[in-house]
């Protein structure tokens, strides 16, 4: 069955270091999202992707950066992580079509100390 | 500009009470598209439903029924009959024809179902 899945699931790291969130899915969509989720905000768009070598900026994009080099994958930095980083990512995918529908990694939480 | 409310943060009911989730949506947009996701204590999202605007009728899945009614501009779901597994936190999202990709989510309601 074709899904999206996240590593790491769970990640603790300290103030100021590079982290990378990946994202593989196996859909073949070519739209690919990242979120964060935060109590009271639902969730935040923060870059997302219509295709290979296409990225663009969400509404929180500050302090993080996406690339894509194929399809499949979406991973998201954070060039140097702060305490305010800490949260909860999701990755989600869509076919790009007038359906639209996104669908859903399994999130991976992050902790900045 | 557009933008989803949840007013309720928080519900708690017991098992086999009927229960109403509120989503109310801004938008200016005539074509638009109404989504409803399921957030259980493991954590992903699942994807429940989709509407677009130009389909008021309501929907019925199993216990599950979504009210959409664009006067207004509201896009309730109802769980009858509700069971513990129902407990979840319950996001609403809107998206618009001219950049339907770009998804607006509320802020999430919280359901408990207590045995």
């Known amino acids: 069955d074709a899904e999206i899945t996240q590593s790491p699931r769970h990640k603790i790291t300290e103030t100021g270091r590079q982290v990378t969130l990946a994202c593989h899915q196996t859909w073949n969509h070519n739209n690919m999202f990242w979120y964060r989720q935060d109590l009271g905000h639902g969730l935040r768009l923060i870059h997302y992707s219509y295709g290979v070598h296409d990225t663009n900026k969400g509404e929180v994009s500050d302090g993080y950066s996406v690339s894509r080099s194929n399809t499949e994958d979406l991973p998201l930095t954070l060039e140097s992580a702060a305490s305010s980083q800490t949260s909860v990512y999701f990755c989600?995918?869509?076919?790009?079509?007038?359906?639209?529908?996104?669908?859903f990694g399994a999130g991976t939480r992050l902790s900045v100390l | 500009a557009q933008k989803v409310t949840q007013a309720q943060t928080e519900i708690s009911v017991v098992e086999k009470e009927d229960v109403t989730l509120d989503c109310v949506y801004e938008t200016r947009d005539t074509t638009y598209y109404l989504f409803w996701y399921k957030q259980p204590p493991s954590g992903e999202l699942v994807f429940l439903i989709r509407r677009n605007s130009f389909d008021e009728q309501n929907e019925i899945s199993g216990r599950y029924s979504w009210n959409f009614q664009k006067s207004t501009s509201s896009f309730n779901f109802t769980i009858t009959a509700s069971q513990v597994v129902d407990s979840a936190v319950y996001f609403c999202a809107l998206s618009v024809l001219y950049n339907f990709n770009k998804f607006y989510f509320g802020s999430g309601t919280k359901l408990n179902v207590k045995p």
């Open positions: 989600a995918s869509s076919t790009g079509d007038a359906k639209n529908i996104q669908y």
